[in-house]
């Protein structure tokens, strides 16, 4: 066959052709984009837990800042906010406190330790700040308000609504009893009222006697059923004795300022209030 011949130019490029087809199919398998997607399915679901994972993490550690009631006492406003974080509290801080005079040094050396007491224990069974007993009172009582917006658990656990029902006096022992059915169940025993009456302790302007009920371990309610009267004992018995009552229900114990100017009547009254104690066990 001469090489010009068109037979041979048919077949020599029916062979390139079909050389280029080979070609080709041999290069397609590294571009392929089925090939391509299903890598990038891949590479989404590995990564995809991750994602999801933090979001639960965040949820379980989200905080909640609760402010309590303002509180007015003898001295002046106090006022309670909290941080509560998985059920506990993470931080405490006085928005208002009393301020003007001794009340500003009494608030500086109370209130951050009224702070402390508040997240180590948890609760407002806090005890009060010697020397600070209208501050300890009122700081109380605001926690107190505060953790009921948080559902009045203190925290989440039995302990709260245990120890620290009887916080307060009888209001708090409600709070307790409706925060928790635990609470008012098996804690009816210990929260049984208990009235005693201390010792007339004779003071140089008269006898002093006081009656105190206790609950759960707690001063709920005191009264004096004697005290100094005649001329200016009226007055001063007048103004004293009620804040005397106040502070014992406050402070939980006999550990109570004097009222200024009451001086013995302030006396005898803590010496009574802490022989009926004595009487109660507490």
């Known amino acids: 066959m001469k090489k010009s011949h068109p037979m041979r130019r048919i077949v020599l490029a029916g062979a390139a052709t079909v050389s280029g087809i080979v070609l080709l199919l041999s290069l397609k398998p590294a571009s392929d984009p089925a090939a391509a997607s299903a890598d990038g399915a891949s590479q989404q679901q590995s990564a995809a837990p991750q994602g999801s994972g933090g979001v639960q993490a965040a949820g379980g550690t989200q905080a909640q800042t609760l402010t309590g009631d303002v509180v007015k006492t003898e001295y002046g406003n106090v006022q ?24 500003t040094t009494v608030s500086t050396d109370a209130v951050p330790k009224l702070n402390k007491a508040a997240v180590t224990v948890g609760s407002a069974d806090i005890d009060a700040v010697s020397g600070a007993t209208y501050t300890s009172g009122g700081y109380k009582k605001s926690l107190q308000s505060a953790l009921d917006k948080a559902g009045a658990t203190g925290g989440g656990s039995a302990e709260a609504s245990g120890t620290g029902g009887g916080t307060g006096g009888t209001g708090s022992a409600t709070g307790g009893g409706s925060g928790s059915g635990d609470a008012s169940g098996s804690g009816a025993g210990s929260a049984q009222a208990k009235t005693v009456t201390g010792k007339a302790v004779t003071t140089d302007y008269g006898p002093v006697q006081v009656r105190v009920t206790v609950t759960g371990g707690k001063i709920t309610k005191a009264e004096a059923v004697q005290q100094p009267k005649g001329g ?46 004595d009487q109660a066990g507490g």
Do not use: F
């Open 80 to 103: 309670v906010r909290i941080t509560v974080a998985g059920g506990k509290i993470t931080s405490a801080a006085a928005l208002q406190s009393p301020t003007g005079g001794r009340s």
């Open 232 to 277: 200016r004992s009226d007055q001063i018995s007048g103004d004293a004795v009620p804040k005397l009552n106040a502070a014992a229900v406050a402070a939980g114990s006999a550990d109570i300022d004097a009222v200024s100017g009451a001086t013995y009547t302030s006396g005898g009254y803590k010496e009574s209030l802490q022989s009926a104690l």
